[in-house]
């Protein structure tokens, strides 16, 4: 019994997703089973088009605008969790291996005080690699982040924060020192192929 879930999950469930997110890559088989990804994320955006236009996986509860302008690595999908909301009109930069915690917000552009219709240009938010942002922290227009950088919960992110370090308040400031990020990816097998042990059993 337990063969055929893991051909159903793999050959059916895992294709789907794999049609409809060509580029999605998870470091572990068993992060997020296919099933899971199916009814949580491929069901709600792709078929009833909850931020449909969004290639990466997107909550059905968070909002995506301007996705076009968000670059991003791999092991870094903005939206994922619930209840986070990203604008990028003036383009957000995130590298590999970065998490965003439930509720955060990432704004890219304020309105003009003098024409609410109107959004001021700034330069880019840049977010490093190795980097996990703390549920319900905002990112605001502008701001450097840069690698291997926790930044906690609830945190308002005004100015850069540089690498290697552990932020957190409002105003947002870093507290100390970050030791080097451990985990290891040049070894890691990625989830974009059937587990051999499927193919041989089937």
Request: charged share 15%.
């Amino acid at each position: 019994m337990n063969l055929i879930k893991k051909f159903i999950e793999y050959q059916i469930f895992n294709r789907i997703n794999n049609f409809f997110y060509p580029q999605y890559y998870r470091q572990k088989y068993d992060y997020l089973l296919p099933h899971v990804l199916f009814f949580t994320y491929t069901l709600p955006q792709k078929f009833l088009r909850i931020n449909g236009a969004v290639p990466w996986p997107v909550h059905f509860t968070s909002e995506i605008r301007n996705y076009p302008k968000i670059k991003k690595g791999i092991l870094c999908d903005p939206g994922d969790n619930p209840n986070i909301y990203i604008q990028a009109n003036n383009g957000i930069i995130i590298g590999s291996n970065v998490g965003f915690g439930a509720g955060t917000s990432l704004i890219s552009s304020n309105h003009n005080h003098d024409n609410h219709s109107v959004h001021d240009k700034c330069p880019p938010i840049i977010i490093g690699n190795n980097v996990f942002v703390g549920t319900n922290s905002v990112l605001l227009p502008g701001v450097n982040i840069g690698d291997n950088v926790v930044i906690g919960a609830g945190s308002v992110v005004t100015k850069d924060i540089p690498s290697n370090s552990i932020a957190v308040g409002n105003p947002c400031t870093v507290i100390k020192k970050k030791e080097p990020y451990m985990e290891d990816f040049t070894k890691t097998i990625f989830n974009r192929r059937i587990p051999e042990s499927i193919n041989l059993n089937f």
